[in-house]
């Protein structure tokens, strides 16, 4: 299909310039100054000027745009937004005694989801906070062995989805990345 398209100098070059055009439109237009983090990228916004600051913990989210390629993980806005986004300023960003996360509107308060702490090592730089997400996600799965939709920041016992296909396929490919990607983080993986 993308060969076809290639092919179709036309069809390219529309989606070039729609391409162009949302990229300016989000440049123009979802970057807001946060008084605390600086410039940071809305969640959502509207043609009349309105945004929503959270994130969700689904993919795509604001805390996965380098995993996406959408930005580069040393881009300073998403740095900021980052910041935010793991904050208690972000109203689906939950902190308890099992562990902390993001969680999402549907699951309801308190509920993390593991997906937010896989994406939130998958696109960290930073070794002891990889080995933080691996050692949150390897103590809430609730003795099931697999990656819930999303568990009490408190009591992973309490969860929903015991099986969830997407957060287990996502978790093989952070330890994946962390194997290959951070030999020093090897012997965590063999005890």
């Given at each position: 299909?993308?060969?076809?398209?290639?092919?179709?100098?036309?069809?390219?070059?529309?989606?070039?310039?729609?391409?162009?055009?949302?990229?300016?439109?989000?440049?123009?237009?979802?970057i807001i100054d946060h008084a605390a983090y600086g410039k940071i990228y809305a969640y959502e916004i509207n043609g009349f000027g309105s945004h929503n600051l959270m994130d969700d913990a689904n993919?795509?989210?604001?805390?996965?745009?380098?995993?996406?390629?959408?930005?580069?993980?040393?881009?300073?806005?998403?740095?900021?937004?980052?910041?935010?986004?793991?904050?208690?300023?972000n109203p689906f960003f939950f902190k308890g005694k099992a562990a902390e996360g993001v969680g999402s509107p549907h699951t309801g308060m308190d509920m993390i989801w593991p997906i937010s702490i896989i994406i939130r090592g998958i696109t960290s730089n930073d070794k002891e906070e990889i080995k933080n997400c691996l050692d949150?996600?390897?103590?809430?799965?609730?003795?099931?062995?697999?990656?819930?939709?999303?568990?009490?920041?408190?009591?992973?016992?309490?969860?929903?989805?015991?099986?969830?296909?997407?957060?287990n396929t996502l978790f093989g490919e952070f330890v994946l990345k962390t194997y290959n990607g951070q030999p020093s983080l090897r012997p965590y993986f063999f005890g």
């Open positions: 299909m993308a060969n076809q398209i290639l092919k179709d100098a036309p069809l390219a070059n529309g989606l070039q310039s729609l391409a162009k055009e949302v990229e300016t439109a989000l440049q123009q237009y979802a993919v795509p989210n604001l805390l996965g745009l380098p995993y996406l390629d959408a930005v580069k993980s040393t881009d300073p806005v998403y740095i900021n937004t980052r910041k935010w986004v793991l904050s208690n300023n949150m996600l390897q103590h809430t799965h609730a003795g099931t062995g697999f990656m819930h939709e999303s568990f009490n920041k408190d009591n992973p016992a309490n969860f929903t989805r015991k099986w969830f296909a997407w957060a």
